[in-house]
């Protein structure tokens, strides 16, 4: 089992009525909220919490994509994953990822990554989501109903330019070169492991079963509602003879504190802050036409589940977001416990954990990230140990049985 | 008025085709909220016969894969027209079908005879904004479409089911209807979107200038969509073109004052 800690590098200090007043943390979010000096100490104390996360134990770091919003400040987490390559000896960087649909031409993205691969020395996952409509549709303008086949075309580009021993010419519908001839390439080969970030849609199932894609179901749902797509995604990988856990990845907000009033003390409000105030997302940027494809709209509907977007939702408290699984809280074996029934009734080999989140402050977000990553972590690392894990990279720490490193 | 689907281009595309009425031939191209024989389809099939032809992606209109760009949409219609044999025909197009007959006038000029746009969409005014239609909430789509909020038609669209929102029980007929009236909605509005997304601005200013048959830029007073002031950028290029403002009437003015749109067409084709 491998277990990673995310972050999304939220901005913490949105205020207090941020929810009552403005209509989205996403496209249209008041530029007049953000403020310099506060996104210097945010970065800055974000790159040390995913250093200390590397320091104590974690398996891996990831850090993701987003534009135009203050919910998650890293339009290039190419720049954050640069400077963790510097800054950490062993753990796997794990860039969660690049919208590939978004970067014209796309072997930006193969150029960034190969960069990336080399400083590090083999430890990079590439990652390839689609990116949420926020980013994509609204942020960068990309019609939806395209976006799916821009992206088909772009991981294509990309992993050719990887693996193609020759110059080639590659003749697209949305990206035409007469040259591709990447310098540099990666260092792993004959590339780095893909992961895609998936927020359920059944496509996304398919691609990463029939190209041997990790698949990572990225929500704030919980497991509860995790329950439900990762059923959906393992009975399309069975149904390929696939059944390997670490096909699969899982993420998840986890605090750890020595009691329920410590817990609540500590961490209910940043909780309710991330809830509240992260995913006030306006449901018009949530969900345009064609970003959700005829077959997922028709299985949702199917299905009877909804979600996408929160805004307008009642406010939740700390305690019903603990009963609906959003977030795992409790003592080190409480959470530990939990967090081994979701890695089983989810059929995950890597558990992305969220240990800063909303407006938790520096100091508490390395507590939690120590706390985690010493008393939790090391209790889960056994569990898996038939399976091999081939979506790893090459030469990324492989920590399993070996517990947690001292102090 | 009779309704039939006709292959097009070998079967790449089945197109639903309303006929209806009698006389010379009438092109009507409809908008983002589809195609239905309505009041004012049936006053334009006295005199005339009305052909309009639903544009793939939209109902059960099929094809809309083989369609990237507005290019693409102009010349599959261009085909459409030539296997109807239809030529030197009146051309009426509302909202997305009102950008399609203006591309498509400046395109084959000489193919109609005269160009009725009802507040199209195919311009781009920073100053006055054409509204983001594809986020907007449906209530605030609704006042924007319809000049009277309390309209039948208005409070359909405020209160229509949307995917990420709506219950259904699929074991239930109401439950499939529901499923089918999204999905048809989601394939119809990401249709829209390859010719509107993010800016209703595909290069139209450019090619404007050739639609110089006479004709007719009618604008709903109201239009919350693509405001009343487009109406004069329209008509600084199309100069053979006439602008009537329709009080009490919005982006749907078609569906809102049909006997006023009727009567400007009725006068505009007897000239």
């Not at chain 1, 989501?129 to 075309?153: C, H, I, Q, W």
């Not at chain 2, 909020?149 to 359909?156: G, I, L, N, T």
């Not at chain 2, 499923?179 to 601005?201: E, Q």
Request: proline residues 6%; contains cysteine.
């Amino acid at each position: 089992m491998k277990i990673e800690m995310f972050h999304l590098c939220p901005y913490r200090d949105l205020p207090e009525d941020f929810r009552e007043q403005h209509h989205s943390v996403w496209v249209d979010v008041p530029r007049h909220l953000f403020d310099g000096e506060i996104a210097n100490r945010t970065y800055n104390q974000t790159l040390d919490e995913l250093k200390y996360a590397a320091e104590v134990g974690y398996d891996g770091i990831c850090v993701n994509e987003h534009h135009q919003n203050a919910y998650g400040l890293m339009p290039s987490p190419n720049i954050m994953a640069a400077a963790m390559s510097r800054e950490t000896e062993d753990v796997a960087i794990i860039v969660m990822g690049n919208s590939i649909a978004l970067y014209d031409p796309p072997i930006r993205v193969a150029e960034e990554f190969a960069m990336l691969d080399c400083i590090s020395g083999g430890r990079l996952v590439a990652g390839f989501p689609v990116g949420s409509a926020m980013d994509t549709a609204f942020g960068y303008g990309v019609n939806p109903a395209t976006l799916r086949e821009k992206y088909a075309e772009a991981e294509e580009l990309i992993l050719r330019a990887w693996e193609e021993d020759d110059v080639f010419a590659f003749d697209g519908k949305y990206t035409q070169l007469r040259y591709v001839n990447l310098w540099p390439r990666p260092l792993q080969k004959p590339r780095p492991p893909i992961w895609v970030p998936g927020a359920g849609s059944i496509e996304t199932w398919n691609t990463c079963i029939e190209k041997g894609h990790l698949y990572a179901y990225l929500s704030y749902s919980g497991f509860k509602r995790g329950k439900q797509v990762m059923d959906g995604f393992w009975k399309v990988a069975r149904a390929a003879g696939v059944d390997n856990p670490y096909h699969a990845g899982f993420l998840q907000l986890v605090c750890v504190a020595d009691n329920e009033q410590e817990l609540h003390d500590k961490y209910a409000a940043h909780t309710e802050y991330f809830f509240n105030k992260m995913l006030h997302i306006y449901p018009g940027f949530a969900d345009p036409p064609g970003y959700r494809t005829i077959d997922t709209i028709r299985a949702g509907l199917m299905a009877q589940t909804t979600s996408f977007g929160r805004a307008g939702q009642e406010e939740s408290t700390f305690d019903e977001l603990r009963d609906a699984g959003n977030v795992v809280a409790g003592t080190p074996g409480q959470v530990a416990d939990q967090l081994e029934q979701v890695i089983n009734d989810l059929r995950i080999g890597h558990l992305m954990i969220l240990n800063q989140f909303g407006s938790i402050p520096h100091d508490l977000a390395k507590e939690n990230i120590r706390r985690t990553a010493q008393e939790v972590v090391p209790k889960l690392r056994h569990l898996w140990p038939e399976y091999e894990d081939h979506w790893w990279p090459q030469n990324a720490v492989v920590r399993d049985n070996i517990g947690a490193m001292p102090e | 008025m009779n309704e039939r689907a006709i292959p097009v281009r070998n079967g790449r595309f089945e197109v639903d085709l309303l006929e209806g009425g009698s006389g010379d031939p009438l092109l009507f191209l409809h908008g983002v909220s589809g195609l239905e024989w309505t009041p004012l389809l049936e006053r334009l099939s006295v005199g005339h016969t009305v052909i309009a032809p639903r544009t793939p992606g939209f109902g059960e209109s099929t094809g809309t894969e083989n369609l990237d760009d507005i290019h693409d949409l102009v010349f599959f219609y261009l085909d459409l027209l030539d296997q109807l044999g239809l030529h030197e025909i009146p051309l009426v197009g509302h909202s997305l079908g009102g950008m399609f007959a203006a591309e498509l006038a400046a395109t084959q000029p000489d193919r109609f005879s005269h160009v009725t746009l009802v507040s199209p969409f195919g311009l781009w005014d920073e100053a006055n904004p054409v509204a983001d239609l594809f986020s907007m909430a449906l209530p605030d789509l609704a006042r924007a479409m319809y000049a009277n909020e309390k309209s039948e038609a208005a409070v359909a669209v405020a209160t229509a089911p949307q995917a990420r929102m709506t219950e259904v029980d699929p074991e239930t007929e109401t439950g499939q209807a529901t499923i089918k009236y999204l999905v048809d909605r989601a394939k119809s509005m990401s249709t829209a979107a390859k010719y509107l997304w993010p800016i209703p601005n595909r290069g139209l200013a450019k090619r404007l200038h050739r639609v110089r048959q006479p004709g007719l830029v009618i604008w709903g007073e109201c239009d919350g969509i693509v405001p009343p002031v487009y109406a004069e950028h329209f008509a600084a290029q199309i100069t053979n073109a006439t602008v009537h403002i329709v009080p009490d009437a919005a982006h749907m003015v078609v569906d809102e004052q049909p006997q006023i749109v009727a009567g400007l067409i009725d006068r505009l084709l007897s000239r």
